[in-house]
């Protein structure tokens, strides 16, 4: 599993040098983050880190796959990949000429479409409507400047050059020598103001391509994919964050750019920059590229409440894989006060060797050869999973009753002074240790601030640091229970044998 | 805390592809570029941009940057020992990482995986005075650790620990280095794992794809052809006694570059470091003797059967050496065709222009004796033969024509402009050292990077491109279902089937 993004310690007792990137209050350690809104709703936030003249840039959008809805679903996604397709004067020779040329081809796209569709389609037509789009795509690759945003931050220093989407936000990374600040709010600025589709068709052909990647032929995604469509049957966490495929074929140009004016405004945006500048200059920058971009109405909440589980639910998906298992408990939000104990239950089951799910499951027993439990924290409620890899000749229905076993053992054999101190002890060291890097410190400062507040960071802190082992237990009892889990699991398509019901 | 990132949008790092451990993979991201951080240092752009924006942005002006990478030390111990040392009290901390020179190419062939199974258990089996459980319990509640691991051509172990516990990290991860006990009860777990990962291989397209690969490219009977993991039938010849012996062999100090940073004073460091030494005795290593890889051409084309809907291509053929002299033009080159990300030709045609595919891309990975050059790119079966075409009319396009003015000039403003992301930590600035040290190249290699990088011509890439692409002498790998590919694959040439176990 992956490797926890972020991590956060509390009170911390033998730091000796002050250091410039956080305060020392009392008897805890809090990042200095230093905020300020702008008229049109824009935040942003900055943490000074001078000891290499770099800076670690984030532009953060409120909007992930859990504000989309059926029928465009992965629209998010497809964004994150278009908003590196260009602006009216980025990616373009001549965008006056390219206009009317886009527009046909979305005309002819639709026309194509419904032809296609009709019960007898007339194939001359058809082949007529393709080669006349065939001519004016012709025609759109001679305007074309190939991947130029890209290509201008790799050249002027840029590293880390990446965007994600997740389920509650969508994010844009970009790390630059300290003297480029500019060149980054002139060009992020203008795809905020200016951005085309360009290559639209295209880049969701690549999509598509990714998705056979990352889930159709991936055992794990597949899992995983299948196991949250299960978990949820109301919230829209059910979907995955690339979409369904019938949603992204279909998708439209017109649907994504009305999700893109309702979500993707100043007001919706927070922006990152954890490095070497001066904050008032940076404030100063950010208002004269971004200040002139108009706020929108604030985008919608999602309204839709995951329904209490009434049951245990299952799935069993055939593929061509040795066996997986994955299992997802319905836990709530960020900000509810039972999530510290859940996020240190996480630490307790699966960080590190001396770990319970290691200790038994791995070393003692070896039925799997990985065993993982989380808690994922979001900013509607969301789930505590466990993963595992069994071990051949154990099945995933073993590693499943021992992964029980661990929850009823917990209750009897609550957690250690000596357990408890070291998942401190590590969080503690983890903290210091992630702010050596600015670019880990820019990711969880946005990270926070899309799903709540950033400063949740700091409190979190001197919360975990208050678990006990009471509140495990507690927690364990009430989320961690038969009437609240998902089971899915990746099986071996099987022949059917005789006399067994189909 | 797991963020639900779904789609992240590049591939960069196509490091893990190949487990020949002393290798610099050429990527654009991980290579950057000397001393002195200046824009006057770039060329200026051969034409004009041909946006609007790009031309605004052609007249922005920028502050020359201040740096001056802080001067690592170089230290050797009474024991041989080689030690890059960088303080740094910016926070209390500690960082330690070694490399042995040892690897998987001087196991025996019949003993597959020996290396890598020795290099495993030194760490999870514990010591003679220590079992297991205890560094575990110490370590873990210190928060520290200590891993080691043994690849194709080389062994690393590394330190990290609060400044508060360096006394306590260095002397477990000293008794680990001297002296691991290799329980049987640890050999036999670490076994049972691998061959779990052995039979799941399958699973997974791409790691059907590295795998067979590798063997296409190498003799199979190479070390650089073999499995580090070792196979199913080889895992089980090993036994306690050929690890004990593997151990004996490599580990000692003289053979060992160590690179420390972080939160301590060099003096008593040093001091530190021979104390906890003390008594491990320098000693010559004979080193059996790894045939040399005879470079060669030949054409060829492989298919996998899977029944999934997408293809994983692998194309290529030898590459070249770390220490050849013409590593920086064959760098700046594959950065142009296929390393460079967006900005690389393959992935410009094969994902921008036709939506071919998620990925694409080319890596010469290095090794120390000569590498694989490859292009990989996964596309729908009904693209399969489009994406590979298009990757050889790239490799052909490369050796007949010169790149653009403007093409070279974006790529070493890149590479030189990148350069300050080498020095970000004080434990990335040493492991720089030790690894430019262990591969043999020039003690001064950061120093005079921009330089190397500045002094490549057009000419010079079109040569090296002349000679290190090899598109009549490719071969090509496809795992997928060839029911419905869009042309036969013997359009490439006659096509051997690989059975999979």
Known sequence: MRKKVWTLAFSIIMVVAPFAIYETHADSLRLDVKEHVF??????????????????????????????????????????????????IFGTRDYHAEKP?????????????????????????????????????????????????????????????????????????????????????????????????????????????????????????????????VAFIAHPYRWPTIGWRSDIENITKEETDEYFRKYYAPNNTVIVMVGSFNPDDAIQLVERYFGDIPAQSSPPKVKTVEPEQRGERRVAIEFDSNPYLAISYHVPAIGHPDIYALHVLGSLLSDGRTSRLYRSLIEDRRIAVMAHAFCRISKYPDSFVFVATPRAPHTAEEVELAFYEEIEKLKVNPPSDWELQKIKNQLEAEFIRGLNSASGLANEIGHFEVLSDWRYINTFMDKLARVTAEDIVRVTEKYLTKRNRTVATIVKKEEKKTGEIP | MNINKCGVLLIVFVSYLFSVPNTSTLV????????????SSALPPAETPESEGGRIVSRLEFEPLDFVPPKVERVVLENGMIVYILEDHSLPLFDLVARIRTGAVYEPPEKEGLANLAGHVMRSGGTVSMSADTINEELEFIAASVETSIDRESGTAALS?????????????????????????????????????????????????RREFRRIIYDASHPYGRKVEGTLETIERITRDD????????????????????????????????????GWERKEIQFPEVSKIVRQYERSVYYVHRDINQSNIMMGHLGIHRRNPDYFPV?????????????????????????????????????????????????????????ISIALEELDKMRRMPVDAEELSQAKETFMNQFIFRFITSASIVRQKVDIEYEGLPLNYLETYLDSVKAITREDIQRVAREYLQPDGIKILVVGNKEKFDKPLDNFGKVTLIELK
């Open chain 2, 331 to 387: 760098m700046m080159m594959n950065f142009i065709l296929g390393g460079g990300s967006f900005k690389s030709r393959i992935l410009s045609r094969i994902r921008s222009d036709e939506g071919l595919a998620y990925s694409a891309s080319s890596v010469f990975q290095t090794a120390q004796d000569i590498g694989i050059f490859f292009v990989s790119c996964q596309t729908k079966l009904e693209s399969t033969n489009r994406a």
């Open chain 1, 39 to 88: 008229e049109n709703g824009l935040k942003l936030l900055m943490l000074e880190k001078h000891d290499v003249p770099i800076a670690c840039l984030r532009i953060n959008y409120k909007a992930g796959s859990v504000d989309e809805r059926p029928g465009i679903t992965g629209v998010s996604h497809l964004f994150e990949h278009m908003m590196f397709k260009g602006t009216k």
């Open chain 2, 243 to 278: 690890m004990v012996a593997f151990h004996k062999k490599y580990f000692y100090p003289n053979n060992i570059i160590l690179g420390i940073s972080g939160d301590f004073d060099k003096e008593e460091i040093i001091k530190k470091l021979t104390k906890v030494f003390a």
């Open chain 1, 101 to 229: 040329l886009l527009d046909k081809e979305d005309e002819l796209v639709a026309l194509i479409a419904k032809e296609r569709n009709k019960d007898v389609p007339d194939n001359e037509r058809l082949e007529s409507l393709r080669k006349e789009l065939e001519e004016v795509r012709e025609k759109l690759r001679e305007l074309v400047v190939k991947d130029e945003i890209f290509a201008l931050y790799l050249r002027h220093g840029g590293a880390g050059l990446n965007a994600a989407t997740g389920i509650d936000g969508t994010y844009y990374f970009c790390d630059l020598p300290a003297n480029k600040l500019e060149l980054w709010a002139f060009i992020e600025s203008d795809r905020m103001k200016n951005l085309v589709l360009r290559e639209f068709y295209s880049e969701r052909d690549v999509v598509l391509e990714e998705r056979r990647l990352r889930t159709e032929n991936s055992p794990f995604g597949l899992l995983m994919k299948h196991l949250r469509a």
């Open chain 2, 161 to 209: 620990v609060l400044k508060k516990d360096i006394d306590k990290g260095l002397n477990i991860f000293a008794d680990i280095l001297m002296n691991p006990a290799f329980p049987e009860d640890k050999i036999r777990m670490r076994k049972d794992e691998v061959i779990e990962a052995i039979r799941r291989e399958n699973d997974h397209p791409s790691q059907i794809a």
């Open chain 2, 28 to 39: 654009a991201q991980s290579v950057t570029p000397g001393y002195g951080h200046e824009r």
